[in-house]
């Protein structure tokens, strides 16, 4: 490709961003360390003839139409390179970034530093609308990089790659051209929000008789009689949702009067773990039955039941949980997966 400008040196003050020179080669080649082959998958510590051969793709590459770029990393009084970081063009306007800090020279925020020389590259000189980078979860020290950059982490690439013969998971950070910096508000709390627990909300509703039975409905997805209720939606409040929930499965609507218990369900099956909540939808007379609709497709039916005939006809969590919960609704139960939480956890310390 004609056009393309020479690759520019860019600075800090501190730390430099420049192409590569032939002598860099003899130094950097020598700084390669286990820790590269090991994440980078070479089959084994890169030699002399091995960078040099990059160095002379990378130049291709770029004098071409730009596909990649590599820069070596410079330090204020150190002599030579400390370290490399590329872009490489995967679909137009989207680039993906790769770090390398060489060993001796790591834990100065040498990589932190030149990716965001090269960010501010790629989005103004490059004009590149995307920038993803792919870590290894256990490579957290190229994860603290990515956060440390402005990346979100957006996703999991589930057995995405193959790292010395074994495959492995790919984390997948992203930054737009767009996106809030990091050093304002909105923008690190959303870079916060990218890495830290999500966790799942349940909202059932506990619906009782005068004869203190229990609202429960037959669902066709499974044997066990359920609470109705269900998920919350991103967004949702979780009391919002349980009415939600109703509506939909029921076709009718009660005022929650209270929360009888908040319970935490452990990882199940492919489940990831929960926070429950079973709102109080109040006392009824028995006759409620008659003006709810069971939508016939998640729900075949709705009935009251005392909470002595639970056993065998309610998950095993729901046998624990709702005699205490139906013996008891004046006070508020904080259940661990449907117990009392009386004492530590097992394994924990006193
Ligand atoms: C990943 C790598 C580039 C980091 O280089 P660096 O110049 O030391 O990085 P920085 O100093 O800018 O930042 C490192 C961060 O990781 C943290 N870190 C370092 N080792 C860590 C570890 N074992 N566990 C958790 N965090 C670690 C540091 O505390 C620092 O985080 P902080 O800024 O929040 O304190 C370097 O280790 C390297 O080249 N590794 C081999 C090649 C590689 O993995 N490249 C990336 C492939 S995706």
Redesign the pocket.
Known sequence: MTGVPPQPTLTDGELTLRPWRDEDIDLAHGLS?D??A???DFAGTPGRADLAGAVKRWREAYADDRSVVNFVIELAGVPGPV?NVEIRRTSPGVGSV?????KP?????????AVRLLVVYAFGELGMERLQ????PE???????AI?SGFRREGLLRGGAVLQGERRDVAVYGLRRDDPRADTLSGWTALMDSVLPKKRVIAHVVVRDTGGRVLLCKVSYKKDLELPGGVVEPDEDPATGALREMQEELGFELPLVGVLAIDWLPRWEGWGDAIEILYDGGVHDPDLLESLQPDGFEILGVDWYAADELSGLVSALNVRRLPLVLGAPGILHNLRDGNPITAPREGLPD
């Not at 020279?105 to 530093?113: I, L």
């Not at 490579?139 to 990089?145: I, K, Y």
């Open positions: 360390d820790e590269m090991r994440w980078f370290g790769s770090w390398t800090t060489y020279y790591r834990g100065q925020r040498v990589a932190r530093r980078a792919e870590v290894d490579n957290r020290a190229s994860a603290r990089v440390r």
